[in-house]
């Protein structure tokens, strides 16, 4: 983990004996983008997690509309933070819908 450095864009700064610190000898450039199909299972996923959510809420507070808010939006904040700008949990998510699907049924 300490080997490695990100950049503003995703470069990734090494030096030639795998060290990483922060020169740029061994520069690489991640260019991936997500198609539309990851991105759609990622707003489903989203969507199905924060319904869940919403519902945990309503059964564990004893807060009654506009009280649980208080709960309910930092909540939804975090979810969609972490789901929408983690590029790390977002390949996860991508990694074990692919498994899933490519599990001999």
Do not use: C
């Amino acid at each position: 983990m300490f080997w490695r450095l990100r950049g503003f864009n995703g470069e990734v700064y090494r030096n030639g004996n795998g060290h990483g610190n922060g020169s740029s000898v061994g520069r690489a450039k991640r260019n991936g983008q997500r198609g539309a199909a990851s991105w759609a299972y990622i707003y489903i996923a989203l969507g199905f997690l924060l319904s869940f959510e919403g519902t945990i809420i309503q059964l564990i507070t004893p807060l009654r509309w506009p009280y649980d808010l208080i709960f309910y939006v930092p909540l939804f904040v975090l979810t969609s933070l972490v789901f929408l700008a983690s590029g790390r949990f977002q390949g996860w998510l991508v990694r074990l819908k692919t498994m899933y699907e490519d599990r001999f049924r």
